[in-house]
């Protein structure tokens, strides 16, 4: 929480008193008299210029809300006194707003929000201070189910993949909400996120950017910034392959466990349409035949929320397509089998290069981390992403583990899923440990850390 700190005045100590020749006293007091003038003066006239109404005043903030937002000069300027960085939050005056709308409801299955966009403008209005900033600000959503893991180890493992992602929040100013409830009973699973989304949309017409990361998925560069600016022109993002989708036609050619959404009409109208194929739906038994009728290479017939999307962008690209924005440059969400093996080599090119730059190698506070992940970018240009790179990939998925309940893809083993998820989150974590003087020597071994010593590694 931020709070305004208004600086105070401080009693001046006089100097002590020389009795021991009266003309040095007397140019002392002389010039403590006029020295004391002088601090006075200065701080009434320093006062008056403060709080003058005619004193020119800084804009806390200037922002231009993207193509669906205006701009406001109303809220344009805020009193230094009321507001000196940051978002106030102990601010919410009291006219009117869409929370004071009875009809709107939070639930996926209610009538759907209209004006989304005036109505987020309006708020903005009201509260000028979130208003900065806003195009870039991000809300992380994850979560799990209510009851116990099945699995001994999975509370654990999810306990440690949420740490995961609270570090990387911290490190880039980015809110987190961790939802274990069913906003809709009817929509469980992979489902039940849709609800969950249009809820936190309307819970904070602050954040521009609503991201869903599921529970098994790690984030595995703790430096790595999401490029908004590439987006500027969409409303969802996620990780796929055009050919796979349009050509293949394949129900895995993209991943619905991590993406972006922007907090809009367009979304709200979107989530509508894919959450109308859930089970919540009296069309959900239909849905699961069109949609395993379309993918050939789909194995359950069941309708799912990936299958869902695939078939949006395959069937309604006009309506939607233009505003989807399908990532394949760089790891938004790497599959673990892909990633996993690349740790060591990944280790041993990034120590090599901070061996040769002592400005990497400088220990500092973690709050300053990202000026270090800028110099870092200059070293980095080149290695690509993705495949066959040696940078650090972003974001590494565990699809197909299931660590709450243990019923694993057998394609692989339990002890492949819950080792590799320890070498993963362990890797990452030796990111943040950094900062705090430790490193993990051994990445399957989560209890045991070693001081590093100054200047590692030259």
């Given at each position: 929480?931020?709070?305004?700190?208004v600086?105070?005045l401080h009693?001046?100590?006089?100097a002590?008193?020389n009795a021991?020749?009266?003309?040095?006293?007397?140019l002392?007091?002389?010039?403590?008299?006029?020295?004391a003038?002088m601090v006075a003066?200065?701080t009434?006239w320093?006062?008056?210029?403060?709080?003058?109404?005619?004193a020119k005043?800084?804009?806390?903030f200037?922002a231009?809300?993207?193509?669906?937002h205006t701009?406001?000069t109303a809220?344009s300027?805020?009193?230094?006194v009321?507001y000196?960085s940051?978002?106030?939050?102990?601010?919410?005056?009291?006219?009117?707003?869409?929370?004071?709308?009875?009809?709107?409801?939070?639930?996926i299955?209610?009538?759907p929000?209209?004006?989304?966009?005036?109505?987020?403008?309006?708020?903005?209005?009201?509260h000028p201070?979130?208003?900065?900033?806003?195009q870039n600000?991000i809300?992380?959503?994850?979560?799990s189910q209510?009851?116990?893991?099945?699995?001994?180890?999975?509370?654990?493992?999810?306990?440690?993949?949420?740490?995961?992602?609270?570090d990387?929040c911290?490190r880039?100013?980015?809110?987190?909400?961790y939802?274990?409830?069913?906003f809709?009973?009817?929509?469980?699973s992979?489902?039940?996120k849709?609800?969950?989304?249009?809820?936190?949309?309307?819970a904070h017409p602050?954040a521009?950017?609503?991201w869903?990361?599921?529970?098994?998925?790690?984030?595995t560069?703790?430096?790595f910034?999401?490029?908004?600016?590439?987006y500027?022109?969409h409303?969802?993002?996620?990780h796929?392959?055009?050919?796979l989708?349009?050509?293949?036609?394949?129900?895995?050619?993209?991943n619905?466990?991590v993406?972006?959404?922007?907090?809009?009409?367009?979304?709200l109208?979107?989530m509508?349409?894919?959450?109308s194929m859930g089970?919540?739906?009296?069309e959900?038994?239909?849905w699961?035949e069109?949609?395993?009728?379309?993918f050939?290479d789909?194995?359950f017939?069941?309708?799912d929320d990936q299958s869902?999307?695939v078939y949006?962008l395959l069937?309604?690209?006009?309506?939607w397509?233009?505003?989807?924005?399908?990532?394949?440059e760089y790891?938004?969400?790497?599959y673990?089998?892909?990633?996993?093996?690349?740790f060591e080599?990944i280790t041993e090119?990034?120590?090599q290069?901070?061996k040769?730059?002592?400005?990497l190698?400088?220990?500092h506070a973690?709050?300053?981390s990202?000026?270090?992940?800028?110099?870092?970018e200059?070293?980095?240009?080149?290695?690509g992403?993705?495949?066959?790179?040696?940078?650090?990939p972003?974001i590494?998925h565990?699809?197909?583990?299931?660590?709450?309940s243990?019923n694993?893809?057998q394609?692989y083993s339990e002890q492949?899923?819950?080792?590799?998820?320890q070498k993963a989150?362990l890797?990452?974590?030796n990111?943040?440990?950094?900062?705090?003087?430790?490193?993990?020597?051994?990445?399957?071994?989560?209890?045991?850390?070693?001081?590093l010593?100054?200047?590692?590694p030259?």
């Open positions: 929480m931020v709070f305004s700190e600086s105070q009693n001046l100590s006089m002590k008193y021991r020749s009266r003309a040095v006293s007397f002392s007091d002389t010039f403590l008299m006029v020295g003038s003066f200065l009434i320093a006062l008056w210029s403060f709080f003058s109404p005619n005043q800084t804009p806390a200037s231009e809300l993207d193509a669906s701009s406001s809220a300027s805020v009193s230094c009321d000196v940051g978002p106030n939050l102990r601010h919410d005056p009291p006219d009117q707003n869409f929370y004071d709308d009875p009809t709107i409801r939070y639930t299955d209610s009538p929000v209209k004006n989304w966009d005036e109505k987020r403008i309006e708020w903005l209005k009201q201070t979130f208003a900065a900033g806003v600000r809300l992380m959503v994850t979560g209510a009851t116990p893991c099945k699995n001994p180890i999975g509370d654990h493992l999810l306990l440690k993949l949420f740490k995961n992602k609270v990387y911290r880039h100013g980015i809110d987190i909400f939802n274990n409830v069913l809709q009973p009817k929509m469980f992979f489902w039940a849709t609800p969950t989304i249009k809820a936190v949309m309307l602050e521009e950017w609503i869903w990361v599921d529970s098994d998925a790690a984030i560069d703790m430096d910034k999401l490029p908004l600016e590439r500027k022109d409303n969802f993002v996620l796929g392959w055009l050919n989708i349009y050509e293949t036609k394949s129900w895995t050619s993209i619905a466990g993406f972006l959404i922007r907090n809009c009409q367009w979304s109208d979107f509508d349409v894919w959450a089970p919540q739906s009296p959900y038994d239909k699961g069109t949609l395993s009728s379309l050939k789909k194995i017939r069941e309708s869902g999307l949006l069937k309604e690209k006009e309506k397509g233009g505003k989807i924005y399908v990532e394949d790891y938004f969400e790497g673990w089998m892909e990633t996993l093996g690349a080599n090119k990034y120590i290069i901070e040769e730059s002592p400005l190698r400088r220990r973690e709050k300053v990202e000026v270090y992940a800028t110099v870092w200059e070293y980095l240009k080149g290695t992403y993705g495949r066959g790179s040696w940078r650090r972003f590494t565990f699809t197909g583990c299931q660590p709450c243990g694993h893809n394609m492949t899923c819950v080792d590799a998820m989150l890797f990452a974590d990111q943040v440990l950094r900062n705090y003087g430790f490193v993990h020597l051994d990445l399957l071994d989560p209890s045991a850390v070693n001081p010593p100054f200047d590692y030259a």
